[in-house]
């Protein structure tokens, strides 16, 4: 029942004059999601046992909890958007003013160079620690996301949050977001799979 209702209202926005997202900037996002969601995959594909598990360190993360964090953000950020930013009163009057950093988003959140802590909820706490359930989830989840950007009636533009690294941002630019923050944890695992001792099987 979802996919036709999102058709439905989609629709009668666009019989109201209104264009919350433009195919543009649809196209846009579904192409980063689509791009990080292959380079996640890949990264984690073929992994053994070893190499899922090794950890550099003590207090580096392994690839199994690498991807945990990832699995386990995918839906929060996702419910971020939908329960606080969405939930949080629209500005139609700044709608698409910082239209600049949707770049800005898709270049800066991913960089290695400043290391950044996991809030206490993003951590990884094992629920996805096994290889296969934890593709499963993130394909399912990420799929979903696609289709949100593709098919939504929601005025992201017009709803802002705070970002504590890009500052203020609107609700495009955080699903922009999303797909940066799996792109952060990609270049993570290849730091892991540089190391010297990381498992050659």
């Known amino acids: 029942m979802m996919k036709p209702l999102l058709f439905l209202f989609a629709a009668?926005?666009?019989?109201?004059?209104?264009?919350?997202?433009?195919?543009?900037?649809?196209?846009?996002a579904m192409s980063e999601l689509h791009a990080t969601r292959k380079r996640f995959l890949d990264s984690i594909?073929?992994?053994s046992q070893a190499q899922w598990n090794f950890k550099p360190a003590p207090e580096v993360w392994s690839i199994a909890q690498v991807a945990d964090h990832v699995v386990v953000s995918e839906g929060e950020l996702f419910d971020a958007l939908q329960k606080k930013i969405l939930a949080s009163p629209?500005?139609?009057?700044?709608?698409?003013?910082?239209?600049?950093?949707?770049?800005?988003?898709?270049?800066?959140?991913?960089?290695?160079?400043?290391?950044?802590?996991a809030p206490a909820n993003l951590e990884p706490a094992g629920k996805w620690a096994a290889q296969g359930p934890a593709v499963s989830e993130?394909?399912?989840?990420?799929?979903?996301?696609?289709?949100?950007?593709?098919?939504?009636?929601?005025d992201l533009r017009a709803h802002f949050t705070e970002n504590r690294v890009m500052g203020e941002i609107d609700g495009y630019q955080w699903m922009l977001l999303i797909s940066a923050h799996t792109e952060r944890h990609v270049l993570q695992?290849?730091?892991?799979k540089a190391r010297?001792?990381?498992?050659?099987?």
């Open 45 to 47: 594909g073929g992994l």
């Open 196 to 201: 010297a001792k990381y498992p050659k099987k």
């Open 12 to 28: 009668a926005a666009h019989a109201a004059g209104a264009e919350p997202l433009t195919r543009g900037e649809r196209d846009r």
């Open 189 to 192: 695992i290849e730091e892991v």
């Open 138 to 154: 993130f394909k399912k989840l990420r799929d979903a996301h696609v289709a949100y950007v593709d098919q939504t009636p929601d």
């Open 90 to 117: 629209a500005q139609p009057g700044k709608r698409g003013s910082n239209r600049a950093k949707d770049e800005q988003v898709l270049k800066v959140f991913p960089d290695r160079s400043q290391k950044r802590k």
